[in-house]
């Protein structure tokens, strides 16, 4: 009897330790996709679907993909769950708006498709929540346009190594380009808000993009606005914690950290900083050298512009004179990549709106950037703006007060209400 039940433990025990392991590298998986940011909404259920999306035709609603077999895809099938992730076509046929970025999920490996399905079937609970009916225009919510749009910008499945590359740089490109999605943010968009490209082949691959408001500085090695100045290792430590001594992840990026990328394994972060920093430059900068000036006059009271005075007043306890603040927490704006960009998007938002919680895995940070949304007016915010980028040796142009009043008009102040979601 006392065998009975020992055998009987083991076999519980190992089917236990099998399970989790075939579930656990699905769930990996799906942490490097970082289904659940789009899938899911603040305060919902892991999955459940319902967050909101803008797209060029119109007001895009997630859908459900936990295995309820009436809302969500418990009634999908390998073949129909495969088919709707690398090619963007739901079971029933109807093909997906590339919100969903299945052409960069393209790049999945079937063997990865297939633990992705084990996952979502057998370890995601089912959630019974009806899908929202998208928002879109009637002229233009006819989906059959989009599978000419399929076939023209979405690559075939699969993922074909660089066999003149090692082993590090092909898992590198494997997650960036495919599972990690890297571009559908990173990358510019053409005139039919198709990446301009998909991998690392083309020099417009990261090379910078604005999207929802957020712009997406460029991930190629440009010496000033790109990764140029950092390390490997330094790349790897901003992607698990959020932070290293050039900058802090914010904006839309503050979900890739919430969410997917500190889940990664070191290697896995290893092999994506060595793929990131193989991308040659697009532009040919000087790399950024301090100009100590700015601190001197700001330390002695010399405060010849409204902006300097701005940022006297309202950043420089936590920035420091010398605009390199207190890193890795308080990020330095002297030198900072997303400071001297050309495009200002993401400068002037974080001002306006604030930066919103950074978990990485489960901790939160202790700071935050405060808004200023309702102490300064469009003109000042651009004045504290254009200081900052021309500050410290930083070398960017100014910003105007219309580029203040036109994101303010279609931002909203950053909230504590974010996606950071349990996935079991
Ligand atoms: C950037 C946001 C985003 C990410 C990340 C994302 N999805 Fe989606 N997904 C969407 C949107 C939007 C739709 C609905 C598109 C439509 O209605 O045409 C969708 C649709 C789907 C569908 C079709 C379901 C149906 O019946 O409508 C499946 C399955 C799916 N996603 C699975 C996944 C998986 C698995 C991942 C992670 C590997 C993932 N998605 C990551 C935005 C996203
Ligand atoms: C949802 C949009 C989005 C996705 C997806 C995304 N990023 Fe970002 N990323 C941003 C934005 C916006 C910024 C600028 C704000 C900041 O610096 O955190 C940024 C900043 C960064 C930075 C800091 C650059 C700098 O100069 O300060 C790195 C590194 C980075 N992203 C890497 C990645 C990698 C690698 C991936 C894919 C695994 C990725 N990002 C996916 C939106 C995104
Ligand atoms: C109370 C301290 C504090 C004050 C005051 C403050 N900041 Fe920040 N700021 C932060 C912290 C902390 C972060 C990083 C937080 C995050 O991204 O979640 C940050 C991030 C930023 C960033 C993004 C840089 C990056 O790489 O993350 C910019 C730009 C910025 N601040 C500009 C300003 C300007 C301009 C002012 C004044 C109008 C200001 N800050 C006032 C604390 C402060």
Redesign the pocket.
Known sequence: MKRLILAAALLAGFSFVAGAMANEKGEYLARAGDCVACHSVPGGRAFAGGLKMASPVGTLYTTNITPDPETGIGSYTLEDFDRSIRRGIARDGHRLYPAMPYPSYAKLTGSDIADLYDYFMHDVPAVRQANRANEIPPFLSPRWPLAVWNVVYTPSPGFTPDPSKDAQWNRGAYLVEGLGHCGACHSPRGTAWQEKSLDARDSSFLAGANLDDWYAPSLRANQATGLGSWSQGEIAEFLKT?HNR??????SM?DVINNSTPYLTDSDLAAIAAFLASLPATEAETAWVEDTSTAQALLSGKTDTAGAA??VS??????RANGA?APP?????AG????LDKDPA??IN??LNG????VAKGRP?A????Q?REQ?KDRQ?AE??S??RGAWGNKAGAVSPQEVAALRKSTQPSSDNIVVLKMR
């Open positions: 959020g050039h900058a802090v992840a914010y904006g503050g701005l940022y309202a950043c420089q306890t936590c920035h603040a927490y308080v990020p330095p704006l900072n990549p997303t400071v993401s400068l974080i001002v930066s919103w919680p950074l940070d700071y935050r950037m405060p200023f300064l915010i504290v703006v200081f900052i």
